[in-house]
């Protein structure tokens, strides 16, 4: 069975600072994608960075930006010059035959 | 393009209570998902749909929890009888391969 662990519950940083959100997996599957998820308090999941298991370069879209360890079963990502709109749940994911979730982290951005 | 779309929003019902979502994916997208998230918590797969087929629902309490998907397009989720265990925002989200695409979920609250 896929799991997905989120080890920080919360997270706080100052406006325009960077910050990173850790997530591990497990899974025996050879071929997956990994999500990172954003859900601000209007409870929509809104898909932020995917990243192909089979791709060895690391995912960017704008100032969001992955790595990805596949040896570690690793997926951090990471949020550069923050702004007050990232503030948000970040989640995780797994997807193989299904889609697995994390537990998520608390991402405040304090101005 | 039209996104998710689920409904009602919100709901409230006595314990023992019938209750039934609804979602309409996204024109084209074969895969159908509906998510179970209690608060405080990560997101967790109930049910997932290949067009009218069942891929997976190994986690779907059966006593008390069904759903369909009628002719590979809208699908319902019924709870019957509610449990106050029950109350937790209900996510459907759809695909058309890769990425999932989620609603905006509707909130149940069981008294």
């Known amino acids: 069975a896929q799991t997905v662990t989120q080890s920080q519950p919360e997270m706080s940083v100052q406006e325009a600072e960077t910050v990173t959100l850790s997530c591990t997996y497990d899974t025996s599957e050879n071929n997956y994608y990994l999500f990172w998820y954003k859900q601000p308090p209007s409870r929509q999941m809104i898909l932020v960075i995917r990243?192909?298991?089979?791709?060895?370069q690391n995912a960017t879209e704008n100032r969001f930006s992955v790595n990805f360890q596949k040896a570690a079963k690793s997926f951090s990502l990471k949020i550069s010059d923050s702004q007050l709109g990232d503030t948000a749940m970040y989640f995780c994911a797994f997807g193989a035959q299904k889609l697995v979730f994390g537990q998520g982290t608390r991402l405040t951005i304090n101005p | 393009e039209a996104g998710v779309a689920q409904s009602p929003r919100y709901k409230i019902i006595e314990k023992r209570q019938s209750v039934a979502f609804w979602c309409n994916p996204i024109?084209?997208?074969?895969?159908l998902y509906w998510y179970q998230q209690i608060l405080g918590q990560g997101p967790k797969l109930l049910i997932q749909f290949q067009n009218n087929g069942v891929v997976d629902d190994s986690q779907l309490p059966k006593d008390r929890f069904s759903a369909e998907r009628l002719k590979g397009v809208d699908s319902t989720l019924k709870i019957q009888p509610a449990k106050l265990e029950d109350s937790a925002v209900y996510l459907c989200a759809s695909s058309p391969g890769t990425d999932a695409f989620f609603g905006q979920g509707t909130r149940l609250t069981v008294v």
């Open positions: 024109s084209g997208h074969a895969t």
């Open positions: 990243q192909e298991a089979y791709k060895q």
